[in-house]
């Protein structure tokens, strides 16, 4: 779930892969190639009948439907067309070694992040940019800001209601500004999700019903992807909280111009209505996509915190008090956008494992061994 999340990292000062996500998503950017074609790497005790679903292309941001039988996701492939993230739809494989068959849920207009689907299985919630304009939005030009990773906050982002057919039936966001990276709790009733229209990065609590809805949020600073626990009771995001005078005075240009540069991100937890709210990990550097296990009782999330050239990006389990933390996966590139089905069998994640050479990112699902 995510924001739609470009992240750039370097190595000896040499950008690695770009990888887009809205997060958002996260979606996240990474410029490395994976060292071994393997669907399963030693060491990943979690991991049991590892599938890989996608052959080709920037594929990310895969969610479960509630039933546990669909998934909905964001790719980009210029090969296949695809300029600009767009949502998709498919049926897990009954057999693994079906493949898997998805088809165009958004617009196929502007860009779109962080779809989710909804309780009833027939409706989809997603941002989208195809009421500003159905091109893509215009890319940050790095370089003016010393080739430091980047992120837009484009103004067109709102968040829509959609069939499953790809007809969009109604816009949940009106306010002018970024509104994107949604989730909805586990009962359907709520939607999560970030926005600056209120001057600062936040989250917002939005009863689907209703419309109305619950600032969360009141630290200054970038506050994301966050998602329901499986009781409702719990909310777990990631937040990038400058602090220093200089990082204060640079994080409020940046917005002025629609950017943000969350760098360095942690791991949070709060009540559902935004109190008693802890910071969970202290690592340092990006600590994101975080989700809840079934049972609500850890953290799975995402972090590049083991090594200081920016990558590779692995998995983690952490308890809701910051304690035991263990590293699930380990891939030599990009494991991200960890969920697990509501039924708690399978777990579903992004990585760069298994491309050839490429610098291609696939989804992949496996059974969850507990």
């Not at 690695?16 to 990474?30: A, E, G, H, Q, R």
């Not at 692995?314 to 991200?336: E, P």
Request: hydrophobic letters at 35%; a neutral charge; glycine letters at 8%.
């Amino acid at each position: 779930m995510s924001l739609i999340f470009n992240v750039i990292f370097a190595a000896n000062s040499k950008p690695m892969k770009k990888y887009s996500c809205i997060l958002f998503t996260l979606f996240f950017s990474l410029t490395v190639m994976a060292q071994e074609d393997t669907v399963q790497f030693e060491g990943e005790t979690h991991f049991k009948n590892v599938q890989q679903l996608t052959f080709g292309g920037d594929n990310a941001e895969a969610y479960w439907s509630f039933d546990s039988k669909r998934i909905v996701f964001q790719k980009t492939n210029p090969k296949e067309g695809i300029v600009c993230d767009q949502i998709f739809m498919g049926n897990l494989p009954m057999n693994a070694m079906d493949p898997f068959k998805y088809k165009l849920v958004s617009t196929g207009k502007g860009r779109t992040t962080c779809a989710y689907f909804m309780k009833d299985g027939k409706h989809l919630i997603y941002a989208s940019t195809h009421e500003g304009s159905a091109d893509c939005p215009p890319p940050v030009d790095r370089a003016k800001y010393g080739n430091k990773y980047i992120w837009p906050l484009y103004n067109t982002y709102d968040i829509f209601m959609a069939d499953t057919n790809g007809t969009v039936l109604k816009k949940l966001t009106t306010a002018k500004g970024y509104d994107a990276e949604a989730t909805l709790s586990y009962d359907g009733k709520k939607m999560i999700y970030c926005s600056d229209k209120d001057g600062d990065l936040d989250l917002y609590v939005m009863d689907i019903a209703t419309g109305k809805e619950k600032k969360v949020t009141n630290t200054l600073g970038y506050d994301g992807g966050a998602w329901f626990s499986p009781d409702g009771k719990k909310i777990v995001w990631r937040a990038s909280r400058p602090k220093t005078e200089a990082e204060i005075a640079e994080y409020r240009s940046l917005l002025k111009e629609g950017l943000v540069a969350p760098t360095n991100m942690e791991v949070f937890v709060a009540n559902a209505d935004g109190s008693d709210a802890k910071q969970i990990t202290h690592l340092g550097q990006a600590n994101w996509a975080p989700n809840f296990t079934p049972d609500g009782k850890q953290i799975i999330f995402c972090s590049n915190h083991e090594y200081k050239r920016g990558f590779p990006f692995n998995m983690y389990l952490i308890n809701l008090d910051g304690s035991d933390l263990v590293k699930i996966s380990r891939d030599k590139g990009f494991d991200a956008f960890p969920m697990f089905s509501p039924d708690g069998k399978k777990i579903i994640f992004a990585s760069n494992r298994n491309n050839k050479g490429t610098r291609d990112t696939n989804l992949f699902v496996a059974d969850w061994v507990y």
